[in-house]
């Protein structure tokens, strides 16, 4: 006897599933579960985005330039001003990365627009042939990074 193919009645699993309702807005589990803060926050950068640089927003972050926005920048201590410091101080890597960060310039080498040289003590041998740059020792450079503010150079002269 030939077997004759079985006919199952429809089930669940063929029928199709029907779309959200219209009311119902389609996101990723992520944005299920971002909280309320988050958009709050995307907000104000978007509004942040279109004020000039250097003006603080808001949310407290200030606009550097360049697309990069900053909680706290660091002061601008050494604005103008070319720092030579002697390579026998202690930390001079350091002192070096500092005066960068805090708007300063590092001459490599003795040139004439130098503005500061710094030595490691007061007993160093000054240098000669720049009489226009304040010849100072490291304190005045590590008490004007610690104060944020220049120092007066009389204070701290090299003799």
Known sequence: AASSPVKCAPSDHNKTTTAAPKDHKQGSVKDFFKPKADENRDKERKESDKKSPGEKQKSGRVDIGYGYKVMK?????????????????????????TVIGFGGAVATSASANVTHIVYDNSGAKRKCGLSGAHHVTKDWLQDSIKLQKLQPEKYYACH
């Open 73 to 97: 920048p660091l002061p601008d201590v050494f604005n103008n001003i070319k720092i030579e410091i002697d390579e026998g101080c202690s930390n001079y890597d350091i002192l070096r990365r």
